[in-house]
């Protein structure tokens, strides 16, 4: 109940190592000490139990173990089938309307619904700088070309898509300089309808700053998509 180590990466070789030929996978991941922690050890807790473990004291610390949150003003956000909401997703669907200078996102797999896509076709028709960062060819070939229809229609609205000469496996969404969203949650609707995941949003300046830079790195190292 004391850090939190997040972000996409599973925990296998290839988010790790280099292979012959191949280069380890290109993800972000985070760590924050303190009371968001804590929240993180709850909730996989309770995950745990939902799954049918069995009771584990190393997961049982009181809260008087824990520290102070050290000035991160973040939250986690969960979703997932136990969930009333979509709450990653209603976020994303809010805030793509709200935003009125940049969303900047990075994700394996971009095959959003109709609504999403067409909140950020609008934003970008209205003059956001709506950037998309996706891997030239991701480990699975069926989300590539689902992902077509898509990436012409964002295009096609100004926006600027960027295809990653390797697999980069990173999930995170930057509006404005207002939020980021760092975690485990891919822009397709099993991610955002079906799947667990985790995302943690960021509100305090140096850290939306920070995952912006990291985007803007691998950005640089990008080509641009261009519709066939």
């Not at 993180?40 to 995950?47: G, K, S, V, W, Y």
């Amino acid at each position: 109940g004391c850090q939190l180590w997040s972000g996409g990466r599973n925990l296998a070789a290839e988010y790790f190592v280099d292979a012959p030929g191949r280069p380890a996978w290109s993800d972000l991941s985070f760590y924050i000490h303190g009371e968001l922690a804590e929240q993180a050890r709850l909730l996989f807790e309770q995950d745990w139990r939902a799954a049918g473990g069995s009771a584990n004291p190393a997961l049982a610390r009181s809260r008087s173990d824990t520290h102070p949150a050290q000035g991160v003003s973040a939250q986690l956000i969960s979703s997932g089938p136990d969930r009333a909401d979509d709450t990653i997703y209603a976020l994303l669907l809010s805030a793509a309307y709200q935003a009125s200078e940049r969303i900047v996102a990075v994700t394996p797999y971009f095959v959003p619904d109709e609504a999403l896509l067409s909140a950020w076709c609008m934003a970008s028709r209205r003059g956001v700088r709506v950037t998309l960062l996706i891997p030239a060819r991701s480990n699975h070939r069926l989300a590539d070309l689902a992902r077509e229809r898509a990436l012409r229609a964002l295009a096609e609205a100004g926006a600027a898509v960027h295809l990653y000469p390797a697999m980069i496996h990173a999930k995170a969404v930057v509006i404005d300089d207002q939020l980021a969203l760092c975690g485990s949650a891919n822009l397709d609707g099993r991610s955002l309808f079906l799947n667990f995941e985790l995302m943690t949003a960021f509100y305090g300046t140096a850290e939306i700053a920070w995952i912006a830079a990291w985007l803007e790195r691998q950005v640089r190292c990008s080509s641009a998509y261009r519709a066939d």
